[in-house]
């Protein structure tokens, strides 16, 4: 077991670029969750999903976000047409169903900075 | 909607004090709580949780966190700061049948020599 791992772990880019984040998570667990948390901020809520099937998207994830995971495995998380107001740390985390807690497992995070 | 709030964006204790961050939460009934801790450029690590059963929940490092219902409060505390506990702790709640985590905006804690 490894842990959660993300790639990039640093990402600068400049606004208007698209930008996109993998998320591996621990082999097991079926469910892989993202948040982003910006400066002074507990991490927040943006999507997760159970397998390959997205189930929930907070409001925070406008249109310009899109994540998939398309084998129900490792995760992308893209942002199109990056705006400074996107420079945070973007976290994944993984849990297993079979934990009765739902306990996540978080990764060392992206962060993005948009000049 | 579940909230939490914790007292104090910064918290300064000396070595070998004891270390008390506070957190409430907003729910009528009962959540799953959680404390992480956060050090510099890395992930969040899960320091302890409570469930159900014995309010008192212990976790790595010698903290141990309280849940009070009556006071909506799960405050986490170590009885002897080291100087390896600088760091952001964040406390956190998930209800019953979510699945997402709601975390508070984080405490740094300092450990004065």
């Known amino acids: 077991d490894t842990g959660v791992s993300q790639d990039p772990r640093h990402k600068i880019t400049k606004r208007g670029q698209n930008v996109t984040f993998r998320c591996d998570p621990i082999s097991e667990h079926n469910r892989l969750y993202w948040y982003r948390q910006t400066l002074g901020q507990g991490p927040e809520f943006l999507t997760y999903?159970?397998?390959?099937?997205?189930?929930?998207k907070s409001r925070l994830l406008s249109d310009r976000f899109s994540a998939e995971r398309p084998k129900g495995s490792f995760s992308t998380l893209e942002i199109q047409r990056t705006e400074q107001g996107d420079s945070a740390m973007y976290l994944c985390?993984?849990?297993?169903?079979?934990?009765?807690?739902?306990?996540?497992?978080f990764g060392p995070g992206t962060r993005l900075t948009v000049t | 909607a579940q909230s939490v709030t914790q007292l104090g964006s910064h918290v300064s204790v000396s070595e070998g004090a004891l270390v008390l961050l506070r957190c409430n939460y907003s729910s009528s009934v009962p959540p799953y709580l959680f404390w992480y801790v956060q050090y510099p450029n890395q992930g969040l690590q899960l320091l302890l949780k409570?469930?159900?059963?014995?309010?008192l929940v212990k976790g790595i490092n010698g903290f141990e966190a309280e849940f009070k219902k009556s006071e909506t409060s799960f405050h986490l505390t170590k009885p002897s700061a080291h100087m390896s506990d600088a760091a952001e702790y964040f406390c956190a709640v998930s209800d019953l049948g979510d699945d997402k985590i709601i975390f508070g905006k984080g405490t740094r804690l300092h450990i004065l020599p």
């Open positions: 409570y469930t159900t059963g014995a309010t």
């Open positions: 999903f159970q397998n390959e099937a997205q189930l929930e």
């Open positions: 985390a993984s849990s297993s169903t079979s934990t009765p807690t739902y306990e996540q497992y």
